[in-house]
């Protein structure tokens, strides 16, 4: 049973940071794409980050809203994706899903919330 599990969220200042972890298990981890998607109240799901499979060399990409202030990571032998989020802005709330994605598969998880407001 594939599971994507999503934790780390909350509500953080302007400013501040928070570490995303998404935990995935019952697929060959390391043979997906991992990304991260967030969802604002009203508005589209879009991307945020994707790091491609160790087969692929682990290159990264960010959505130019978040590049310089957010990372994204994997762990292979945890099955561990994770985002650094730094600099958080108030647009920055949403709720931030995982998402792991191969060229005939594709699984997501539940979503954590993350709001950033003083």
């Known amino acids: 049973q594939v599971q994507l599990v999503e934790s780390g969220g909350g509500l953080v200042q302007p400013g501040g940071s928070l570490r995303l972890s998404c935990a995935a298990s019952?697929?060959?981890?390391?043979?997906?794409?991992m990304s991260w998607y967030r969802q604002a109240p009203g508005k589209e799901r879009e991307l945020v980050a994707v790091?491609?499979?160790?087969?692929?060399?682990?290159?990264?990409h960010y959505a130019d809203s978040v590049k310089g202030r957010f990372t994204i990571s994997r762990d292979n032998a945890k099955n561990t994706v994770y985002l650094q989020m730094n600099s958080l802005k108030p647009e920055d709330t949403a709720v931030y899903y995982c998402?792991?994605?191969?060229?005939?598969?594709?699984?997501w998880g539940q979503g954590t919330q993350v709001t950033v407001s003083s």
């Open positions: 790091i491609t499979s160790a087969g692929a060399g682990g290159s990264t």
């Open positions: 998402k792991a994605g191969s060229p005939l598969k594709s699984y």
């Open positions: 019952g697929f060959t981890f390391s043979s997906y794409a």
